[in-house]
């Protein structure tokens, strides 16, 4: 069985840091993924998606994301159940990250190089040989 999603998009707001009672980081922030078609008004449409990142990785989401960042997000679905402030059961769909690719540069950053969440800079691609 295989449960993977890959998505490329924006954020739309800062993403959110908080910390679980034993201490693990966990960050939350919504991606705007544009659709491939537009719709009959020829207007683009795009799906705002909840990603869940954890431990080192939601700390470097936290600390080098902002609103409007392009990012690549690879990771799996997870459907989960829950009951609101009223006692009705609801289900949250939500991709939680394997892996953040930061695809541009910080606004105030002097940094040349993409970023990862997961590892080390990108090299950039003039710095490629071939």
Request: hydrophobic content about 35%; aromatic content about 8%; charged content about 30%.
């Amino acid at each position: 069985m295989l449960n993977k999603i890959i998505l490329i998009g924006r954020l739309v707001a800062d993403p959110q840091l908080r910390y679980t009672q034993s201490g693990i980081a966990v960050t939350n922030f919504t991606l705007a993924v544009d659709r491939p078609f537009t719709s009959q008004s020829g207007e683009r449409e795009a799906d705002f998606i909840d990603i869940v990142t954890w431990r080192k990785q939601a700390e470097v989401c936290a600390n080098h994301l902002n609103k409007g960042r392009l990012v690549a997000v690879e990771g799996r679905l997870q459907i989960r159940s829950y009951d609101d402030q009223n006692g009705i059961r609801r289900k949250a769909a939500e991709v939680v990250a394997d892996q953040v690719r930061f695809l541009d540069r910080a606004r105030d950053s002097g940094s040349d190089h993409y970023e990862s969440a997961d590892g080390p800079p990108e090299p950039e691609f003039d710095d490629i040989p071939f």
